[in-house]
C-alpha cells in the first residue's frame, strides 16, 4: 500500500494556466510538506500544515496556494504558471513535529513541465 | 541560518568496491538531525541513513556508515561492498525546526 500518493505523477502545461497536483497520505500523520526539487535537483521546503493549519512558510510566490482539506490531504494549487515553476514537487508526511524527530515520509514526486 | 553543502556533483565507484561521499553543513543549534537520502531515477526519496548530533557514536546500517565529525561539522557517508543498485543521486540533510535542509547531491555512478 503506498503510504504517500500524489497525482499527477507527470504534468504538462502551457504557461499561464492554473493546475494543481494533489497529495494524500495513509500514514495516519498530522504533518504534511510540499518541498520543490529544481532543475539542478535543489530539494527546498515550502509549505509545511499540521492538523490542516499551516506552520511552516517560506518565501513562495503568493501564486502558490496549499489546501489541506483533511489532515491526510495536501494540495498545491499553482496559478498562472511561470517557466520557473517547472520542477519536480515531493509531498511528504510526519507525525506532529514537537522535540526531536519525526522521520518525514515521501511521495514518488510530480514532474511538472511548463511550457 | 542553517545550510548543507555537498562539494563533490558526481562520483564513480566500481562495484564491489567502497567510496565516501562528502557533506559539511553550518548550523548555530547544537540539537539536530543529519541524514542521507537516496534519489533512484524513480525519484522517490529512500532515507539511507540517519544520525543524531547528539549521540558520537557514528550511525551504521548494513553497507552504509557515516563519519560524523561535530566540531568540523562533517557527515560523510560510505558506502561498502558497492552495488548497481546504489546508482542514484544522494542527498545530505540537516533536520532542524521541524524542517530539511538538503545538499545540491552528489550523482553516484556504480561501474560493473
Known amino acids: 500500500d503506498t503510504a504517500v500518493s500524489q497525482t499527477p505523477k507527470y504534468l504538462v502545461t502551457q504557461m499561464g494556466n492554473d493546475k494543481s497536483i494533489k497529495c494524500e497520505q495513509n500514514?495516519?500523520?498530522?504533518?504534511m510538506y510540499w518541498y520543490k526539487q529544481d532543475s539542478k535537483k535543489f530539494l527546498k521546503i515550502m509549505f509545511s500544515?499540521?492538523?490542516?493549519?499551516?506552520?511552516i512558510n517560506e518565501t513562495v510566490p503568493n501564486r502558490f496556494s496549499p489546501k489541506s482539506p483533511d489532515k491526510a490531504h495536501l494540495n498545491l494549487h499553482i496559478n498562472s504558471l511561470e517557466l520557473g515553476d517547472s520542477a519536480v514537487y515531493f509531498c511528504?508526511?510526519?507525525?506532529?513535529?514537537?522535540?526531536?524527530?519525526?522521520?518525514?515520509?515521501f511521495g514518488p514526486g510530480t514532474r511538472l513541465t511548463v511550457l | 541560518a542553517q545550510t548543507v553543502t555537498q562539494s563533490q556533483p558526481e562520483m564513480s565507484v566500481q562495484e564491489a568496491e567502497t567510496v565516501t561521499l562528502s557533506c559539511t553543513y553550518d548550523?548555530?543549534?547544537?540539537?539536530?538531525?543529519l541524514f542521507w537520502y537516496k534519489q533512484p531515477p524513480s525519484r522517490q526519496m529512500i532515507l539511507v541513513i540517519r544520525?543524531?548530533?547528539?549521540?558520537?557514536q557514528n550511525a551504521t546500517e548494513n553497507r552504509f556508515s557515516v563519519n560524523f565529525q561535530k566540531a568540523a561539522k562533517s557527515f560523510s557517508l560510505k558506502i561498502s561492498d558497492s552495488q548497481l543498485g546504489d546508482a542514484a543521486m544522494y542527498f545530505c540533510?540537516?533536520?532542524?525546526?521541524?524542517?530539511?535542509?538538503f545538499g545540491s547531491g552528489t550523482k553516484l555512478n556504480v561501474k560493473p
Open positions: 511528504a508526511s510526519s507525525r506532529e513535529p514537537g522535540q526531536g524527530y519525526n522521520e518525514q515520509f
Open positions: 500514514l495516519g500523520h498530522d504533518t
Open positions: 500544515y499540521n492538523n490542516k493549519e499551516l506552520i
Open positions: 548550523t548555530s543549534e547544537s540539537d539536530y538531525y
Open positions: 544520525q543524531e548530533a547528539y549521540k558520537q
Open positions: 540533510a540537516l533536520y532542524n525546526f521541524n524542517k530539511f535542509y
